[in-house]
């Protein structure tokens, strides 16, 4: 963030749609925590709890019934539900922006790459021959993009990204530290002297607005594109293996693992920790739980989870059943005394635990049977 930038109360409450009760010309240079919260800053809040226990120099952006008092704020009624819209605004107005252009000295540059004068190629980049950087592309340093590969417009790749060969990243993408795109897949053949690998010849396409996490890794296909739909959000620590293809706008959360061949519809979430076996399609729409594992096609809409993965309400009554498990061998062990009480059919060791000592000597009159 640019410290050195202000901003008054009444220009953030018009950008925002809320007004001023005090000075509406006091400047604030930051967005804080609540904890954080003093008169050079603002925050945001709509919990009373936390309201009681700010500073009274404090500036906020609150709904009016959260302060009885003359403190000095923004009053925005719907103040939980406008944080992003918040957000945005501030990232605008206090966010440098990054307008360096060309390439940077310590970069390595194809002669035969093709490089838009205005995007950046940060401090030791690479640039491999046949690529094309468009436009306004942003990468920040130590970002590594392979041979024939394309980067459109308005994508940001920070550092220590790999773009392997044959890739195409759409614009305005967003790609987090760490990440590598174009991975050979997991491919091999079992053959008498061991696996012999499956070369891996085609490529990742990833569409426009895309976001993808720290430390993800997506496969290349085998021979066509593995493929990354419009508008989807990928989260850090996230595998996408070689041949899947993903529709638009789809949420990916953290430690997801999708298999070879995976096709995955519009609009479709999947939790946190969740896999998807190979060859399997996820319709559009459907929700993956989190942990859960999808063994076969989930229609559209449905929500799924447990493992294997089935339709929720039904893992629901697994589970709850399985709760009542021990209540269950319980009563029927006691059915199985009863039934041996009255017919004198002793039940297997598989059926039942064994009869004690003393409801032996029961039955026998009181004497101990010879062995």
């Not at 990468?139 to 993009?145: A, G, I, M, P, Q």
């Not at 891996?200 to 290349?220: K, S």
């Amino acid at each position: 963030m640019d410290l050195s930038k202000k901003i008054s109360l009444a220009d953030i409450a018009r950008n925002i749609g809320g007004r001023v009760i005090g000075d509406s010309g006091r400047m604030v240079g930051r967005l804080v925590l609540p904890k954080d919260a003093d008169g050079g800053s603002i925050c945001i809040l709509w919990d009373v709890r936390i309201a009681e226990t700010l500073s009274e120099y404090a500036l906020v952006i609150a709904p009016s019934a959260l302060f009885r008092t003359g403190r000095e704020r923004i009053v925005l009624e719907n103040a939980k539900s406008a944080l992003p819209d918040i957000l945005r605004f501030f990232a605008a107005f206090l966010v440098r922006d990054d307008d360096r252009r060309g390439i940077h000295p310590t970069a390595a540059v194809s002669p035969n790459a093709s490089v838009h004068r205005d995007s950046w190629i940060g401090p030791f980049c690479s640039i491999d021959d046949d690529t094309v950087i468009e436009a306004g592309v942003r990468l920040l340093s130590h970002v590594s993009v392979g041979r024939g590969c394309r980067v459109a417009g308005g994508t940001v790749i920070e550092p220590h990204v790999t773009v392997m060969d044959r890739c195409s990243i759409g614009r305005n993408v967003l790609i987090h530290g760490g990440t590598v795109i174009g991975a050979d897949g997991f491919g091999f053949q079992p053959a008498p002297e061991g696996h012999a690998k499956i070369p891996q010849l085609g490529g990742v396409e990833i569409g426009a607005f895309v976001e993808i996490g720290a430390c993800t890794t997506i496969d290349r296909g085998t021979i066509g594109d593995t493929t990354i739909g419009d508008g989807t959000k990928i989260d850090d620590h996230v595998h996408i293996a070689h041949n899947v293809e993903i529709g638009k706008h789809c949420i990916i959360v953290g430690m997801a693992g999708i298999a070879g061949s995976v096709v995955i519809e519009d609009g479709v979430v999947l939790a946190a920790r969740s896999g998807i076996k190979d060859h399997v399609r996820i319709g559009r729409g459907a929700q993956i739980a989190g942990n859960a594992g999808v063994t076969k096609d989930v229609p559209p809409g449905m929500t799924v989870s447990g493992f294997p993965a089935r339709e929720h309400r039904k893992t629901f009554k697994v589970y709850a059943l399985m709760e009542k498990l021990p209540d269950l061998f319980d009563r029927v062990k006691r059915l199985e005394r009863r039934a041996e009480g009255t017919s004198g059919v002793f039940p297997t060791d598989s059926q039942s635990d064994k009869t004690s000592g003393e409801e032996k000597d029961a039955r026998s009159g009181g004497k101990a049977s010879a062995i």
